[in-house]
């Protein structure tokens, strides 16, 4: 915020908080307060040409420039390539922390105690079982169902199964939300894989970590236990960090709109899967291997860069919609790579060329002056390709831990003394006053 913006240091506003427009239509003008570097649409209501006008709108398509709510929870400077989770840097979250400590601080404001971890780690631990009906759910599912679409239905289903959730100003019902989505969003994605491949459900395994148990519901086949890799749970559950909350994009604001109208939790998470599951969203990973195997080789790559240059391809999984330089997230995961490659002992040509086609396109001016950086779908397909997870469930790798920031924003919103249901305007296009034409004249 500049200085021109801010509040006088006794907390009165100043002459500097206000923005001065003239209509040139009336002559008028008028005065408009500026807060946290930003003006309420509704005061551009006023300006009116006469008593009949609706008054001014603003028009933004995709809500590129518009706020439409206040949030403490995630920090993003897009420009300097900055991502904070109530302020704590994402760097340092990955570094030290955990996927269910990250939880707790999106959820509660605050990184728990000993206690409060301990606390948390147990409620979760212990809602990961899903109803027994709910194998109902997955059961009258085709075996080639896309794994979105079953996430998405048995997420929406949860609200049957928890009526009570309904009373959504309940702090209980809220806290038994969180909890339950955080717990059941892995065996939900395991249980839709094995039906997908025809094979028994694995119960979750309690002894075992959030990532660790996941894994185990994958994997697991005969064994009496299943033995975790080290290496796997650790990246897995970095990148579960990673994707825990990214502030106000299509999936979340599709939670906090469906949520306005006061519906159920689980309801408002559905919507958020909905956003996600569209290939402009959650997709991008997938089309970044895509990418690579039509590159093939290394020394396709000059040719290809010279053919993204005549815009007659993509570079896929470069740039991003807010960063405007190297996406944080995309170095860290990068750190983890020779781990998965080696636990899973896994050779992948498509990893040499993605590194060289990084190098070459950051060593190239085209690409650098237009913010190109990789971001972090540029690796992360490669992971969970080399942990044998399918192509079309790389979106629903996304989903597990994004639910944990998907219902912290859920809450925020539900405790917002300025909630009111989404209801966006138009810009009217069609025809008006047409007449109704009878069957036989048309």
Same mark, same amino acid.
Request: proline letters at 5%.
């Given at each position: 915020?500049?200085?021109?913006?801010?509040?006088?240091?006794?907390?009165?506003?100043?002459?500097?908080?206000?923005?001065?427009?003239?209509?040139?239509?009336?002559?008028?003008?008028?005065?408009?307060?500026?807060?946290?570097?930003?003006?309420?649409?509704?005061?551009?209501?006023?300006?009116?040409?006469?008593?009949?006008?609706?008054?001014?709108?603003?028009?933004?398509?995709?809500?590129?420039?518009?706020?439409?709510?206040?949030?403490?929870?995630?920090?993003?400077?897009?420009?300097?390539?900055?991502?904070?989770?109530?302020?704590?840097?994402?760097?340092?979250?990955?570094?030290?922390?955990?996927?269910?400590?990250?939880?707790?601080?999106?959820?509660?404001?605050?990184?728990?105690?000993?206690?409060?971890?301990?606390?948390?780690?147990?409620?979760?631990?212990?809602?990961?079982?899903?109803?027994?009906?709910?194998?109902?759910?997955?059961?009258?599912?085709?075996?080639?169902?896309?794994?979105?679409?079953?996430?998405?239905?048995?997420?929406?289903?949860?609200?049957?199964?928890?009526?009570?959730?309904?009373?959504?100003?309940?702090?209980?019902?809220?806290?038994?939300?969180?909890?339950?989505?955080?717990?059941?969003?892995?065996?939900?994605?395991?249980?839709?894989?094995?039906?997908?491949?025809?094979?028994?459900?694995?119960?979750?395994?309690?002894?075992?970590?959030?990532?660790?148990?996941?894994?185990?519901?994958?994997?697991?086949?005969?064994?009496?236990?299943?033995?975790?890799?080290?290496?796997?749970?650790?990246?897995?559950?970095?990148?579960?960090?990673?994707?825990?909350?990214?502030?106000?994009?299509?999936?979340?604001?599709?939670?906090?709109?469906?949520?306005?109208?006061?519906?159920?939790?689980?309801?408002?998470?559905?919507?958020?899967?909905?956003?996600?599951?569209?290939?402009?969203?959650?997709?991008?990973?997938?089309?970044?291997?895509?990418?690579?195997?039509?590159?093939?080789?290394?020394?396709?790559?000059?040719?290809?860069?010279?053919?993204?240059?005549?815009?007659?391809?993509?570079?896929?999984?470069?740039?991003?919609?807010?960063?405007?330089?190297?996406?944080?997230?995309?170095?860290?995961?990068?750190?983890?790579?020779?781990?998965?490659?080696?636990?899973?002992?896994?050779?992948?040509?498509?990893?040499?060329?993605?590194?060289?086609?990084?190098? #070459?396109?950051?060593?190239?001016?085209?690409?650098?002056?237009?913010?190109?950086?990789?971001?972090?779908?540029?690796?992360?397909?490669?992971?969970?390709?080399?942990? #044998?997870?399918?192509?079309?469930?790389?979106?629903?790798?996304?989903?597990?831990?994004?639910?944990?920031?998907?219902?912290?924003?859920?809450?925020?919103?539900?405790?917002?003394?300025?909630?009111?249901?989404?209801?966006?305007?138009?810009?009217?296009?069609?025809?008006?006053?047409?007449?109704?034409?009878?069957?036989?004249?048309?």
């Amino acid at each position: 915020m500049t200085e021109d913006s801010r509040s006088s240091t006794n907390g009165t506003k100043t002459s500097s908080d206000t923005l001065t427009v003239t209509d040139n239509r009336t002559g008028e003008t008028y005065e408009v307060e500026i807060t946290d570097g930003t003006v309420k649409a509704m005061d551009f209501r006023q300006m009116k040409v006469n008593e009949d006008d609706f008054g001014l709108m603003t028009y933004d398509p995709g809500f590129t420039n518009t706020a439409n709510c206040r949030s403490s929870i995630t920090y993003i400077d897009g420009d300097a390539g900055i991502l904070e989770h109530r302020g704590i840097p994402i760097e340092q979250l990955c570094e030290e922390s955990s996927y269910l400590e990250v939880a707790y601080l999106l959820n509660h404001g605050h990184l728990p105690s000993e206690d409060e971890l301990s606390t948390w780690t147990y409620e979760i631990t212990h809602h990961t079982y899903i109803h027994e009906h709910m194998k109902r759910v997955l059961d009258g599912f085709q075996h080639d169902a896309h794994p979105m679409g079953i996430m998405q239905a048995s997420v929406a289903a949860l609200s049957t199964f928890y009526p009570e959730s309904k009373n959504i100003d309940d702090e209980e019902q809220q806290h038994l939300a969180a909890v339950r989505l955080i717990a059941k969003m892995p065996t939900i994605a395991a249980f839709a894989y094995r039906h997908r491949l025809g094979l028994p459900y694995v119960y979750p395994d309690n002894d075992l970590s959030y990532a660790g148990n996941f894994l185990s519901m994958l994997f697991k086949m005969a064994e009496p236990k299943y033995e975790v890799d080290p290496r796997l749970e650790k990246a897995l559950d970095v990148l579960f960090i990673l994707h825990a909350d990214h502030e106000q994009n299509c999936s979340t604001s599709s939670v906090r709109m469906t949520g306005s109208s006061r519906v159920d939790p689980f309801s408002a998470v559905a919507a958020g899967i909905s956003g996600l599951y569209g290939p402009l969203h959650g997709g991008a990973n997938v089309d970044v291997l895509k990418m690579l195997e039509r590159i093939g080789t290394m020394d396709n790559i000059p040719d290809f860069l010279q053919r993204v240059k005549d815009r007659e391809e993509k570079l896929i999984g470069f740039g991003h919609r807010v960063y405007k330089n190297y996406d944080p997230r995309a170095r860290i995961i990068r750190k983890y790579i020779d781990d998965v490659f080696e636990a899973t002992g896994k050779q992948s040509p498509l990893l040499d060329v993605a590194i060289e086609l990084e190098k #070459r396109a950051l060593d190239d001016e085209y690409f650098t002056d237009r913010k190109l950086y990789p971001n972090v779908d540029f690796y992360s397909g490669l992971i969970y390709e080399a942990m #044998r997870i399918p192509t079309d469930a790389f979106t629903v790798m996304f989903a597990i831990p994004r639910v944990s920031g998907w219902i912290s924003q859920w809450t925020e919103m539900v405790r917002d003394p300025e909630l009111k249901i989404a209801r966006p305007r138009q810009i009217y296009t069609g025809a008006r006053e047409a007449d109704y034409t009878p069957m036989q004249n048309r």
